[in-house]
Every structure is written in C-alpha cells, then in structure tokens.
C-alpha cells in the first residue's frame, strides 16, 4: 500500500507539466477546452501569391493603346446592341429581380 | 646487318687511309735517299685499279647471298681508295646502296647475344599442365604470384607475432624510404653544409687544391657515418617476442569532440538551373540514440512522456523532424534547439521526484502521534531554556 501510494505519487510528480512542456517545446498550440480557434488559419502559409500567379501574365495590360482600342471596341459593341434592343436591362428588370418577387 | 657493315667498312677503310698516310710518306722518302745515292731514277709502285664493272659483280654476288665476297669487296674499295680515280663513282655508288634495302639478314647474332645478355624464364615443355608447374612454383617460392590477399595475409601474421607491433611506425617507416634524403638529422646536415662550405672557400682562396679538398671532404663523410652507425647502435634494438601483442595504433577515425552521435537526413534535389532552392530540400530529420544521453530512469520516463511517437523504443532511437522554415540550415538549427530544450526540460524529474518523496516522508510524519508529541516536548523544553535567562 505505501510503496504503491508512493510509486504513484513519483509518477505523477514525474509527469508534471508534460503537457505544457511538450506544446512550448514542439510548438504546439493547446487547446485544452476544445473550442474553436482561429490557429488553424493562422498556421498556414502565405499562398496569395502562389494563387495568383496561376494564370501567365498578360503583356497587352501594359500598353495603354491596346487598352485603349479594347475599350473603345467594348463601347461600340455595346452601343450596338443598345440600339438593336438587346442591352443590359435596367435595375430591378432582370431574370434574378422577376424570380426574388415570385 | 650487312649494309651496316659496309658503312662501317667504309669507314674503317678511311680511318686506315688517314693513319696509314704518314706512314707511306716515311716509307718513300729513304727510298727516294737510296735511289740518290745510287743516281738512278726511282721506279714508281704501280697499284692495281680495280674498275666499276667488277665492283659491281661483286657486290651483286654478296646480295644474291655469297658472304665470302665480303673481305675482297673491302679489298677492291681500299684500292679505289689508294688510286683516287673514282670519286664521283663511289659516292654515286654508296647513295645507291643506302637506298636499297636488304632483305635476308641472319638473327643469330642478335640472339645469341640477347641470350648471353638477359635470361629469360624457363620454357614450360608441357603447357596443357600449366596449372601443376604454377602450383609447384608457389610451393618452392612463398613470395611467387603474390597478390593482395597473401599480402594481407602477410601483414596480419606480422601484427599477430609482435613483429610489427605499431602500423603507424610501419607507415612512418615508408614515408621515411619514399623521402629517405630527409632522414639524417638536423645536427649531421648542418656539420656536413659547414665542413663543405669552409673547404669551398679554401678552394677558392687557392690555399687548398680540388682534388685534396675532395678527398678531405671524403674522409669526413666517413666520419660522419661512423658516429652516426655508433648512434645507432648505442640505441636499444626493439625486442621481439613470440606472443600475440594487440595493435597499438594511436590515432583512431573517431572524429574529436564529445557528447552523443547526431545523425542528420537531409535531401539533396539537383535541379537544372542556378537557383538550388527546392522545396523537398527543407526537410531536416534528426536522430540520437538516447542512452548516449546518460539520463536516470526518472527523467528516461519523463523524456518518453515528452516525445511520445518520436521515440522508438526498439532502436532505442530519438527522431525530431523539422520543416518548418524555408532553409534546411535554419531547420536543422530548430532541430538542435528542440533537442536541447527536451534535454533540459527532461532533466527537471529528479528535483520534482525529490520534492515528491520528501513532501511524502513529512507526511507520513505529520500523521504519526508518538513523533508530533516528542516533537511537541521538545519544542517547549527548548522554549523554557530560551526564557530562563530572560
């Protein structure tokens, strides 16, 4: 009884603040309640960049009077189908607007 | 063979020209004396001409294969020599036969003397046995077709048997036969530079001649090497004795310093182009044996308690992986800086252990009547004799 009372008591003093330890060490993050932390967000690296270069660079968005035509063309286009009937409806008029009021 | 006989012929003929000259002129003159003391004119010596035809036939007839023509081919250019009439024809002649190869020569001179000069090995009568007369050639002769193995062989029974005790003095030994100039002394190649120096300038003063100086320079030398040889002698000669002697090498291949092995995995991604940064490069993996560590059985446990999975109890083997910065230098640097913070926070269970074990004795203590009242008598008895004087 009494050397098994101590041996427990040696180990349980052994194993103080394991835990703490083990996350200060390895870096780890406790969470002894189990709510919900932002750390798993924070953790991760930065990968803005890595998105963003998923498509090549366009050359033609550095000269200005390529830009320029483009928009020029896009007016016109748009002109057209304004005068033909076939332009963009006007607020409140449209597929998505008709279907919300039913 | 035969051509180069003829050019040294030739020669020969002309060396016996240019010594026998003065001697024709000697042996005309008393004749000319006599024949004046006489008053009748000298007949002159006629010398038989040999003309280009028979030459000719005669050196045709030592090619087709007549040796015996040699002497009188000699014979016939020593007359034309003497006459002097042919030559423009004679150095015609030997222009031509430098051009003209020979084809039949005669070996047996040349191996006869290769013979007598150098001896080859024994001709084996029956190669189909090749493998006995090897067999017994390395039976009569232990050095015969040696090869590493043998040599190994060789070596090892030399350590086994003390007779070389040390490989390193063994290997200083062939480095001092492969630079064996530096192997005297300082003090001797000092002596010797200022012996030669000192009759150099005596030379060149002129108070000594060359050849006196080298023979004093020569007895010297002489003496040098006897009291070198004495040196020597005056030394101990190793013992060698019979029994097995274990090897002494002094330096050994452990690398310096102290502390446990760490052994490092990284990985290495040769990719074409300057840049060398991979990210399979950045992966540092850690491993120590952690007995090596010389941890007590309380902060052994409190280590597995830390590390869990990390630690692999077969190989008794700590693993500590990092990947968490961008470089593998900085990641084996947060590897290293893990393990020692393991170490240092493991090494903490001996004083929480002793903490425990004491808290635990006073307890007991604490609980036990008989001691709390002798410890209650005692603490009066003191405080009266603390008042006594008061």
């Not at chain 1, 180990?11 to 709510?35: K, Y």
């Not at chain 2, 190869?101 to 150098?118: G, M, Q, W």
């Not at chain 2, 003095?169 to 030669?196: A, G, N, Y």
């Not at chain 2, 491993?287 to 308690?305: A, C, D, H, I, N």
């Amino acid at each position: 009884m009494a050397s098994g009372s101590l041996k427990n008591m040696l180990s349980v003093a052994m194993n103080q603040g394991v835990v703490e330890a083990r996350a200060r060490i390895f870096g780890h993050q406790l969470n002894p309640t189990g709510m919900k932390t932002p750390h798993k967000l924070l953790r991760m690296k930065l990968f803005g960049e890595k998105v963003a270069q998923w498509y090549p660079h366009d050359i033609k968005k550095d000269d200005p009077l390529v830009m320029a035509r483009q928009e020029q063309e896009r007016l016109s286009k748009l002109e057209m189908l304004k005068r033909r009937g076939k332009g963009p409806p006007k607020k409140g008029q449209g597929r998505r607007a008709a279907k919300r009021n039913k | 063979m035969r051509r180069t006989l003829l050019r040294n012929a030739t020669l020969y003929t002309r060396n016996l020209l240019h010594q026998s000259a003065p001697a024709f002129d000697a042996s005309t003159r008393p004749q000319l004396r006599l024949f004046c003391s006489n008053e009748t004119p000298p007949p002159v010596p006629q010398i038989d001409d040999v003309d280009n035809k028979e030459l000719k036939a005669q050196i045709e007839s030592y090619f087709k294969g007549d040796e015996q023509v040699l002497p009188s081919i000699m014979e016939t250019i020593l007359k034309r020599k003497l006459s002097g009439k042919h030559e423009d024809t004679d150095d015609e002649l030997m222009e031509e036969l430098r051009m003209r190869p020979l084809d039949d020569v005669d070996d047996r001179d040349f191996e006869s003397d290769f013979e007598n000069i150098h001896d080859t090995d024994e001709e084996i009568d029956d190669l189909y046995n090749a493998r006995d007369v090897v067999m017994k050639r390395m039976v009569k002769d232990e050095y015969f077709n040696m090869d590493d193995k043998k040599w190994d062989d060789i070596v090892e029974d030399g350590i086994k048997h003390g007779l070389l005790r040390d490989t390193k003095e063994c290997e200083e030994i062939l480095e001092d036969m492969l630079s064996w100039d530096k192997l005297l002394p300082d003090e001797i190649k000092q002596k010797v530079e200022v012996k030669f120096n000192e009759l150099g300038d005596m030379c060149e003063k002129g108070e000594l001649e060359p050849e006196e100086a080298y023979e004093q320079f020569k007895k010297f030398e002489d003496e040098i090497v006897a009291e070198y040889l004495d040196k020597m002698e005056k030394e101990e000669a190793p013992q060698f004795d019979d029994t097995t002697v274990p090897d002494k090498k002094k330096d050994l291949d452990d690398p310096p310093g102290e502390g446990p092995i760490l052994r490092w995995q990284t990985r290495v991604v040769f990719a074409p182009g300057g840049d060398a940064w991979h990210p399979k490069n950045r992966k540092v993996k850690l491993s120590v044996t952690v007995k090596e560590l010389g941890l007590s059985k309380y902060q052994f446990r409190r280590l597995r308690e830390l590390v869990g999975k990390r630690y692999h109890p077969g190989r008794d083997e700590l693993t500590i992986t990092s990947e968490r910065f961008e470089h593998r230098e900085e990641n084996r640097k947060d590897c290293l800086r893990t393990l020692l913070h393991l170490i240092e926070e493991a090494g903490k269970a001996n004083k929480l252990v002793d903490d425990a074990r004491s808290s635990y004795v006073k307890e007991r203590l604490r609980a036990n009547p008989a001691f709390m009242e002798r410890l209650h008598a005692k603490s009066m008895r003191l405080r009266e004799s603390n008042q006594v004087p008061a």
